[in-house]
């Protein structure tokens, strides 16, 4: 688990490069103006935003949790764990009880049997009762071992499950940190972009024919012919 959380930290740090290394060159001659400038600004912002928000979360699970005895019944991010543990209590605690505290209460009982069965062999003179004795001094030792390890065993996966916890919550903040990310990103690039030429175009993408038609009307009015009308003089010979 500890694997998968550097993982995510080198990916989020390889994005954060990308965007903050790569970022002003491809704007290079493309911003022009302080309101360009600003959005692309901006932009670089918000997704270094969501590059350090995945980062910081994530870290939290490299950073070991403090697991105590009581951390089994008190955290709330072990509701899981103790609902399988109250399942089969019996794989996980044994024949000592069904919680932490039976855990502890028989731990102390027989510690304190082997202490007293110790003592007494030390005053006891008849080696019958020496050997007796004896068997139960290893008996309540060995029950003490055996209690311990159970006690390990679950201090171990409580604390495996509370770093399970951990890296699930860094994953939600991971995907949440990508898409602030991919927001700056969105607002660099429309920053950055080159501007859509504007002007209407003709249907089909074809330049408009020029007839003579047009031509003729869109030409200016030609000015009137003054009409002479001629006069034929007939000279009528005499």
Same mark, same amino acid.
């Given at each position: 688990?500890?694997?998968?959380?550097?993982?995510?930290?080198? &990916?989020? &740090?390889?994005?954060?490069?990308?965007?903050?290394?790569?970022?002003?060159?491809?704007?290079?001659?493309?911003?022009?103006?302080? #309101?360009?400038?600003?959005? #692309?600004?901006?932009?670089?912002?918000?997704?270094?935003?969501? !590059?350090?928000?995945?980062?910081? =979360?994530?870290?939290?699970?490299?950073?070991?949790?403090?697991?105590?005895? $009581?951390?089994?019944? +008190?955290?709330?991010?072990?509701?899981?764990?103790?609902? %399988?543990?109250?399942?089969?209590?019996?794989?996980?605690?044994?024949?000592?009880?069904? $919680?932490?505290?039976?855990?502890?209460?028989?731990?102390?009982? =027989?510690?304190?049997?082997?202490?007293?069965?110790?003592?007494?062999?030390?005053?006891? +003179?008849?080696?019958?009762?020496?050997?007796?004795?004896?068997?139960?001094?290893? +008996?309540? %030792?060995?029950?003490?071992?055996?209690?311990?390890?159970? $006690?390990?065993?679950?201090?171990?996966?409580? =604390?495996?499950? *509370?770093?399970?916890? +951990?890296?699930?919550?860094?994953?939600? *903040?991971?995907?949440?940190?990508?898409?602030?990310?991919?927001?700056?990103?969105?607002?660099?690039?429309? #920053?950055?972009?080159?501007?859509?030429?504007?002007?209407?175009?003709?249907?089909?993408?074809? #330049?408009?024919?020029?007839? %003579? &038609? =047009?031509?003729? $009307?869109?030409?200016?009015?030609?000015?009137?012919? %003054?009409? !002479?009308?001629?006069?034929?003089?007939?000279?009528? *010979?005499?």
């Amino acid at each position: 688990m500890r694997a998968t959380a550097k993982w995510i930290l080198a &990916a989020s &740090a390889a994005v954060g490069a990308a965007l903050l290394g790569g970022g002003p060159l491809t704007a290079a001659g493309k911003v022009h103006g302080f #309101a360009d400038a600003a959005l #692309a600004y901006t932009g670089l912002v918000i997704g270094l935003l969501g !590059v350090g928000w995945a980062i910081w =979360h994530t870290a939290d699970a490299l950073i070991p949790p403090l697991t105590l005895p $009581s951390s089994l019944d +008190q955290e709330p991010q072990l509701k899981g764990l103790r609902e %399988r543990i109250a399942r089969e209590p019996g794989a996980f605690y044994g024949p000592y009880g069904t $919680s932490v505290a039976d855990l502890r209460t028989a731990l102390a009982f =027989h510690r304190t049997v082997a202490a007293n069965l110790a003592a007494a062999l030390a005053t006891e +003179q008849d080696p019958a009762r020496r050997e007796v004795i004896s068997a139960k001094i290893e +008996q309540a %030792r060995t029950a003490v071992e055996m209690i311990q390890q159970r $006690s390990r065993g679950v201090m171990e996966l409580t =604390h495996a499950w *509370h770093v399970r916890a +951990q890296l699930r919550r860094a994953r939600f *903040h991971t995907m949440l940190g990508a898409a602030v990310t991919a927001l700056g990103a969105v607002v660099f690039l429309a #920053a950055t972009g080159d501007a859509p030429a504007h002007g209407p175009k003709p249907a089909g993408g074809a #330049a408009p024919l020029v007839t %003579r &038609a =047009h031509l003729a $009307s869109n030409a200016p009015a030609s000015k009137p012919v %003054r009409a !002479v009308s001629a006069v034929q003089v007939s000279v009528s *010979h005499r």
